[in-house]
């Protein structure tokens, strides 16, 4: 091992070891706890994602020791991520002073650094995607039947880390096109589907709830504001240094020969403008572009060897790898706002603990908030979801099954419970001696038609739970609703019910409803007990 070899993993140990006091020192965020939720209940797939962050939360909890029970392998990978990207960019001869510039470049890409310590699934994706470029790279000088099996396997884990995974494959292919003649590169391909067929069926199975959800329910009405913030977010994500210099860079080096600097400028550049074309469908978040940090570190490092005014490049950027480091100690504080999602929650958790013991808690404003009540406190916490919030991985669980007639605490999220103060946490909670909940009651239109401006709905009530429901449930009765709605316009409309009646368990009843109708609006059919109204119907159709 030469000097410069010697430096570069002097110098890696030391940015995995801060990783990892890192990691121990930083609040968790609040999405990291629904991640570990993730690796408490192991599946081919989850709500949300791909459930190769699943593995990583399951894994770390061997290391029993505060964060690192989440972040322990996700610390790990980040550092293979950087020693990847230097061993394909390792190819030419590098000196003492290399390796300095590409620890600054690194450490200058805040979001880059972020997914070092924090377990997202990024992390992964993170890695696959610089393991993809290190193989391809290698495929490129070696076309063997062994590189491209690997490939394949790699390809498989970058879309078991999240979804936009094939817009990396993609514009590799794209940049590349002579790839299709290549037999090999197909049976990659049919690899990586294959070993990606266990979450397709897990997605079939489950009625592709992922899909709805990144593809529909995240819609939104178009804006001008979101085309135009996404630029700026990108700079934050990055810098704008870094971003501005391999946007320069891709410029320069569109009509290169080389077909794996290609690869890097075809990623680099597709992802800014597919997300940001993207945005007429709603808000493209600033993270979602992170898998090009790969090739832009890449692009970033070559080229600054070759300027002739490299040494101002590289001031322009130190000082915001020095910037990172500020933020990074900053993290570490007890003063970071909760808006970032790495607030203390831990005392207000533990006050919920300490009024409600060992009771289930069921949570109606969030997913997030049960995520760390049961990180914290190792209880039962569970969120259910409401006509007004998103559904998440807790129904796909449905953990509420096996709470019906159980005491549970419930919190409200305002006053319509009681009000507690436990060291300067607020919250509102309800006991409730027999709980029943609604999300998991059906409601089946078999006809319906319009009378003036009445709709009467003749429906099959389905109780799914092992336990029976009754309308006029003592603490939590139930009332049905029509919900209306044409986009920003939302109306509930109270259902007039034939005959209010218990239904047995696993079994249903039929009813006709009453209500008033609008035209020209969606129509869904919902359940309330006084803390939430849920959504139990698909669209009504009149």
Aim: glycine content about 4%.
């Amino acid at each position: 091992m030469n000097k410069v070899e010697k430096r570069f993993y002097l110098y890696l140990l030391i940015w995995v070891l801060a990783d990892m006091v890192q990691a121990v020192f930083t609040n968790m965020h609040a999405d990291e706890a629904y991640y570990a939720l993730y690796g408490q209940f192991l599946d081919w797939g989850y709500y949300d994602h791909p459930p190769m962050v699943a593995l990583l939360t399951y894994l770390s909890h061997f290391v029993d020791m505060g964060a690192l029970s989440v972040r322990f392998c996700t610390v790990l990978l980040h550092g293979a991520t950087l020693w990847l990207v230097w061993k394909t960019l390792a190819k030419v001869n590098m000196s003492m002073r290399d390796v300095n510039e590409f620890f600054i470049i690194a450490f200058s890409l805040l979001m880059f650094v972020l997914y070092g310590f924090i377990t997202t699934p990024d992390a992964p994706l993170l890695f696959f995607t610089a393991l993809f470029f290190y193989l391809y790279q290698a495929y490129l000088k070696d076309n063997s039947l062994v590189l491209a099996l690997f490939l394949g396997v790699t390809m498989a884990g970058m879309m078991y880390s999240k979804y936009m995974a094939i817009l990396v494959i993609g514009f590799v292919l794209l940049s590349n096109i002579k790839l299709l003649k290549d037999w090999k590169i197909w049976l990659s391909g049919i690899l990586a589907i294959a070993l990606f067929v266990p979450h397709i069926l897990w997605q079939f199975n489950h009625e592709f709830p992922s899909l709805k959800y990144h593809f529909l329910l995240r819609n939104d009405p178009f804006s001008w504001a979101y085309p135009l913030e996404f630029l700026p977010n990108q700079l934050l994500v990055f810098n704008p240094v870094c971003l501005f210099l391999a946007l320069y860079f891709c410029w320069k080096e569109r009509k290169n020969s080389d077909v794996f600097v290609r690869a890097c400028v075809y990623t680099c550049v597709g992802f800014i403008l597919f997300f940001w074309v993207m945005t007429v469908n709603g808000h493209a978040e600033p993270h979602w572009t992170i898998a090009i940090s790969i090739p832009m570190l890449m692009l970033l490092f070559w080229n600054t060897r070759k300027e002739i005014w490299k040494k101002r490049i590289l001031r322009m950027i130190l000082p915001f790898s020095i910037l990172v480091l500020v933020l990074r100690i900053g993290l570490c504080t007890p003063f970071v706002p909760e808006i970032t999602g790495f607030g203390n929650y831990q005392p207000a958790m533990e006050a919920i603990h300490e009024q409600c013991g060992h009771s289930p808690v069921v949570f109606y404003t969030s997913f997030q908030k049960p995520s760390l009540y049961r990180y914290y406190t190792g209880e039962n916490g569970m969120a259910l979801s409401s006509f007004y919030n998103r559904q998440t991985q807790f129904d796909i669980l449905q953990l509420d099954k096996d709470l019906q007639g159980k005491e549970v605490f419930i919190i409200t999220g305002n006053d319509g419970g009681y009000t507690c103060k436990v060291e300067n946490t607020d919250f509102y909670y309800r006991k409730i001696e027999h709980f029943q909940g609604t999300n998991r009651i059906e409601i089946l239109v078999d006809n319906h038609r319009i009378e003036n401006d009445t709709a009467i709905v003749e429906v099959n009530i389905i109780n799914s739970y092992n336990f029976p429901f009754d309308f006029n449930h003592p603490e939590l009765p139930v009332e049905i609703y029509a919900a209306f709605i044409q986009k920003e316009y939302r109306q509930m409309e109270k259902c007039e019910i034939y005959d209010y009646q218990i239904i047995p368990p696993k079994s249903s009843m039929k009813t006709q409803l009453k209500f008033k109708y609008h035209d020209d609006c969606i129509c869904v059919l919902c359940l309330s007990n006084t803390n939430n109204i849920s959504l139990n119907s698909q669209e009504v159709k009149f």
